[in-house]
């Protein structure tokens, strides 16, 4: 299982917008091959920052879905709110509690 976290620090005026674009296409990532879960995560002690928590089976399964229609006008729809560059990181699960 493959852990991917993305830290999104957005323009305070543009959370709204991001929260429609989350809440249009998060049924559309849950259900894409290879995902097993999402979530959305704030940051306590910075209320501009957002971090998508997802599950995947494999590192190639992310990378389908980092290649497709819906990954590329999602994140192109929200890079354009950010008041700095994302982070993103992927993990290998190697022990589930």
Same mark, same amino acid.
């Given at each position: =299982?493959? *852990? %991917?976290? *993305?830290? =999104?620090?957005f323009r305070e005026e543009k959370l709204a917008e991001?929260?429609?674009i989350f809440d249009s296409s998060k049924q559309h990532i849950r259900? $894409?091959?290879?995902?097993?879960?999402?979530?959305?995560? %704030? &940051?306590? &002690?910075?209320?501009? #920052?957002r =971090?998508?928590?997802?599950?995947?089976?494999?590192a190639d399964a992310l990378e389908t879905y980092r290649?497709? &229609?819906?990954?590329r006008t999602t994140w192109a729809a929200t890079k354009a709110l950010f008041?700095?560059?994302? #982070?993103? $990181?992927?993990?290998e699960q190697l022990e589930v509690l």
């Open positions: =299982m493959l *852990v %991917r976290i *993305v830290r =999104m620090t991001f929260h429609a259900a $894409f091959p290879g995902n097993r879960h999402l979530e959305l995560l %704030r &940051d306590p &002690d910075q209320p501009s #920052v =971090m998508t928590y997802s599950l995947w089976d494999s290649q497709s &229609d819906l990954f008041a700095d560059r994302a #982070v993103a $990181f992927s993990a």
